[in-house]
């Protein structure tokens, strides 16, 4: 029997505090439990981590519920995705040594029972945030991860979490629909299905969930975030819907 696929995305544990993130970790290791019998292939399609880095030896302390909970899933035949996001883009290989994860540095395409998706965290698409594009290409640098890399953990993680309390969630500030011709993600997307047909278009990043219908057979799906609506997406092998997880 053919099982589901899920897509979940900034889920930012790490912000805006210890206990809240705590309360949002359990919530989601719920939810991996309550999909987990119907899951074949799991997305997790960026901002995971509100910051993550991987040192030789260390990688950021907590998070380990939903590790473990990862590892199980993977170690049952799960296939499970993760994608680089604009706050988790120092991911390396410690998710795949340990779990089998496969890391994706930016797009992925795939196909599924006849159905083409376009998957992207969404940070650096479509119009404008020059400045936002310019800095992605200077961290992503491999000298600029080196050199942050020399850095004992104890002051690069301090400069982390620094970092992480000034961003979108921390501040909460709220997104709003700017409508259809001012969404930069349905902007790109659309400029993507002039070239060629996608079924659906699969982001994260924005912060809002959102649903899009591009052309008679083609949607653009936000999957929104875990403080605010804890959304995601789920293909069935014939529809994607854009879902909210009610459990604590």
């Known amino acids: ?15 805006p505090s210890y206990v809240e993130s705590r309360k949002r970790e359990e919530r989601i290791v719920n939810w991996l439990n309550f999909i987990e019998p119907n899951c074949g292939e799991l997305f997790l399609m960026g901002d995971v981590f509100d910051f993550w880095f991987e040192y030789k030896t260390v990688i950021p302390k ?16 799960i296939k499970i995705y993760f994608f680089k996001g604009n706050h988790d883009m120092w991911v390396n290989d410690y998710f795949t040594k340990e779990m089998g994860i496969e890391i994706v540095s930016d797009e992925l395409i795939i196909d599924r029972s006849g159905k083409k998706f376009y998957l992207h965290h969404g940070d650096g698409l479509g119009p404008g945030d020059a400045k936002y594009k310019f800095l992605r290409k200077i961290f992503r640098n ?13 002051i690069g993680l301090s400069i982390a979490n620094g970092w ?7 501040s909460d ?7 259809e011709e001012n969404e930069w993600l349905a902007i790109y997307a659309k400029e993507q299905l002039a070239k060629q047909h996608f079924d659906y278009f699969i982001f994260g990043h924005r ?11 083609s949607r653009y799906v936000n999957i929104g975030e875990w403080i605010n609506y804890s959304s995601y997406g789920v293909f069935d092998g014939e529809d994607l819907r854009l879902e909210y997880f009610k459990g604590n």
Do not use: T, V
């Open 1 to 15: 029997m053919a099982k589901n696929i899920y897509f979940a995305s900034d889920f930012h544990l790490g912000s």
């Open 62 to 77: 907590g998070f380990i519920r939903l590790q473990g909970k990862l590892a199980q899933m993977a170690d049952g035949g």
């Open 142 to 154: 491999p000298f600029c991860q080196w050199a942050f890399s020399m850095l004992p953990p104890r």
């Open 164 to 170: 992480s309390g000034s961003s979108r969630l921390a």
């Open 173 to 179: 500030e709220k997104e709003e629909f700017l409508g």
């Open 207 to 217: 912060h809002l969930p959102l649903d899009i219908k591009l052309s008679n057979n």
